[in-house]
C-alpha cells in the first residue's frame, strides 16, 4: 500500500512567493495532520483535520498560513507570501477513525527553503 | 498549553548498553503515548505504542508509562549503532502533540 504521499519534495523559492505544499492521505485513513519542523522549535502540529473537517488550526503562524481538504484524499498547506523564517520541513501525517490511539503515518516531508 | 518534553541530549552509550528515554507530558487526560524514531534526513517513524499503565516489551525495546506521574519512557537495551537517530516521544490528547526529541548516538 503506498503510504503518504506528499509533493513537492523539496522547493527553493523567494521571499513573497505563493508556495504550495500538496498530501495524500494513506488510503482509509480520515485524519490528517499537517507539522512543521525545525531545529529551534522541533515539530509543530499546524493543523488537522477529521473527515475533511479543520478540528485544530491553533498552531498555524499566521494568516499567510492556510490549510485546505477539499476531498476525503488530498489536502494543500499554502504560505502566501513566504518568509525566510518559514524554512523548514513540513510534514503531513495520516491517521484512521479519529485521533485517540491511532497511530499517525507520516509523509516523506517537503523540505522548503525561502531565500 | 499541552507541553510535552524531553531532554534534549544529546546521549551517547556504548554499543551494548541500555539507552533511557525520558518523556513528561502536562495533560491528565491523554490515553495515548508514542515513540518515534528519526534518522537525519528522514520522516519519523513509529516504534512502539502504549496506553496503559506499566511495561510494554517489543524486541530490545521496553516503552514504560505512569500515569500518575505523567511520566513515560523507552528502553533499548543492547544498543546498536543503528540506533542512532533522534526519538520523539508523542502524546494524544485530542491532538498528537511532540517533544523535541532526544538524540542518541550509540558509538561501536
Known amino acids: 500500500d503506498a503510504g503518504v504521499i506528499q509533493s513537492p519534495r523539496h522547493e527553493v523559492t523567494e521571499m513573497g512567493q505563493e508556495v504550495t505544499l500538496r498530501c495524500k492521505l494513506i488510503?482509509?485513513?480520515?485524519?490528517l495532520f499537517w507539522y512543521r519542523q525545525t531545529m529551534m522549535r522541533g515539530l509543530e502540529l499546524l493543523i488537522y483535520?477529521?473527515?475533511?473537517?479543520?478540528?485544530?488550526d491553533s498552531g498555524m503562524p499566521e494568516d499567510r498560513f492556510s490549510a485546505k481538504m477539499p476531498n476525503a484524499s488530498f489536502s494543500t498547506l499554502k504560505i502566501q507570501p513566504s518568509e525566510p523564517r518559514d524554512s523548514a520541513v513540513y510534514f503531513c501525517?495520516?491517521?484512521?477513525?479519529?485521533?485517540?490511539?491511532?497511530?499517525?503515518?507520516f509523509g516523506e516531508g517537503s523540505w522548503l527553503t525561502v531565500v | 498549553q499541552k507541553e510535552v518534553e524531553q531532554n534534549s541530549g544529546p546521549l551517547s552509550v556504548p554499543e551494548g548498553a541500555i539507552a533511557s528515554l525520558n518523556c513528561t507530558y502536562s495533560d491528565r487526560g491523554s490515553q495515548s503515548f508514542f515513540w518515534y524514531r528519526q534518522y537525519s534526513g528522514k520522516s519519523p517513524e513509529l516504534i512502539m505504542s502504549?496506553?496503559?499503565?506499566g511495561d510494554k516489551e517489543d524486541g530490545r525495546f521496553t516503552a514504560q508509562l505512569n500515569k500518575a506521574s505523567q511520566y513515560v519512557s523507552l528502553l533499548i537495551r543492547d544498543s546498536q549503532p543503528s540506533d542512532s537517530a533522534t526519538y520523539l516521544c508523542a502524546v494524544d490528547s485530542n491532538d498528537m502533540r511532540f517533544g523535541a526529541g532526544t538524540r542518541l548516538t550509540v558509538k561501536p
Open positions: 501525517a495520516s491517521s484512521q477513525t479519529g485521533l485517540s490511539g491511532n497511530t499517525i503515518y
Open positions: 502504549i496506553y496503559s499503565n
Open positions: 483535520f477529521n473527515n475533511n473537517v479543520p478540528i485544530d
Open positions: 488510503s482509509g485513513h480520515n485524519s
